[in-house]
């Protein structure tokens, strides 16, 4: 390089205005490379955080480090590497450095509730980071959701409500607050405070269609069973696959007396993949099953719940049931000398309901 810069020298000499750009070249070369050198390119990092290559932005991470030991915000960019890559102690450690060095607080508080709440399940440790992050920063949308994913977990649904409500207020204008509010307030029986929130998610985003089914789920535990069903089909007509919503239409039908339409719904939800084969699902087509008289059908769903999960004393009752009405009396009352067995509370049931069989029941 000196050789080079020399030769640069004379040569540029011979032209009194270009010799003056041979010396800047030669002097300012080294010093450029040097700050290209310790330059953190920023783009890079992103680009790299957004085509998932982890290895890749680790090792530029690395590097970078090596040249800027005290910048907090590499130490939390390789915390989201090891984080994404599954080094969950890793970036823990990365995190604990950049609370060390003071920034960005906020954003490594968050990302420790991720790691302790998501991925090592302690929900009271991402409550305790999510709530440091909020204190670090009142603004920061993602504590307070982290917050309050965990008091769902934990059903301390006032504070998450308390939490959501801050949500709304950063976020007026986001549909997802609003319908886990409703969520929320549904599970506390708010059901005013759960409808109006449901009307305000589909008033920001029509194409909402949990919002519809949260909206179908309260009017069927008010016994609106109509508006109910107007509610799961317009949950239907925005997501035509889901599994869930034929279930909940099912029972909708079942409430209003409907069950050949009950029995439609429940069976298209069955030969879906979203859900798994429940026993409580092949359990309430049994029901609808027995109340349409198709007796053999009944059977067959019963004996599928029956299968993966024999101990319900109301699958024995149902049975003894259809047994009656198929004359197979003995039977029958075994079926519900079993109810019993399993549910002492329903040996007057089954008192009553084999008192009835007696005059069939030969000894």
Request: aromatic letters at 12%.
């Amino acid at each position: 390089m000196f050789t080079l810069c020399i030769l640069l020298v004379l040569q540029f000499t011979l032209t009194p205005i270009i010799s003056g750009w041979g010396f800047t070249a030669c002097n300012t070369r080294p010093k450029e490379q040097a700050k290209q050198k310790t330059a953190i390119d920023s783009q890079k990092i992103t680009n790299l955080m957004q085509s998932g290559d982890y290895k890749a932005l680790k090792e530029l991470l690395n590097e970078y480090i090596s040249l800027h030991p005290k910048n907090g915000l590499l130490y939390f960019y390789r915390a989201k590497a090891h984080l994404e890559s599954g080094n969950f102690n890793d970036a823990l450690k990365d995190l604990d450095m950049v609370l060390k060095l003071g920034f960005p607080e906020g954003s490594a508080y968050a990302l420790k509730a991720v790691i302790h709440g998501r991925h090592f399940g302690d929900l009271k440790k991402q409550i305790e980071f999510s709530s440091k992050a909020v204190l670090e920063d009142s603004t920061d949308a993602d504590a307070y959701f982290l917050r309050a994913e965990a008091y769902i977990k934990l059903r301390e649904y006032e504070k998450a409500l308390i939490d959501y409500n801050s949500l709304t207020a950063l976020e007026p204008r986001n549909p997802d607050f609003y319908i886990d509010r409703a969520d929320i307030n549904y599970r506390m029986k708010n059901y005013r405070a759960a409808l109006a929130d449901a009307a305000k998610t589909l008033n920001l985003d029509s194409r909402k269609d949990i919002a519809h089914y949260i909206s179908g789920k309260i009017h069927l535990d008010t016994g609106n069973f109509s508006k109910a069903l107007e509610s799961f089909n317009s949950a239907l007509s925005i997501k035509p696959l889901s599994a869930h919503y034929y279930i909940a239409r099912s029972q909708a039908y079942e409430k209003a007396g409907n069950f050949y339409s009950a029995i439609d719904d429940m069976e298209l939800a069955l030969t879906s993949t979203e859900i798994s084969s429940d026993s409580v699902h092949y359990y309430a087509l049994a029901k609808n099953f027995f109340r349409v008289n198709e007796q053999d059908k009944a059977v067959s769903a019963l004996e599928k719940a029956m299968k993966s999960e024999a101990g319900r004393p109301e699958y024995y009752d149902l049975r003894g049931r259809i047994r009656a009405e198929t004359g197979d009396y003995k039977s029958a009352a075994k079926d519900w000398e079993k109810m019993a067995e399993l549910d002492p509370s329903k040996k007057e049931i089954r008192d009553r309901n084999i008192n009835k069989l007696k005059e069939f029941i030969k000894e």
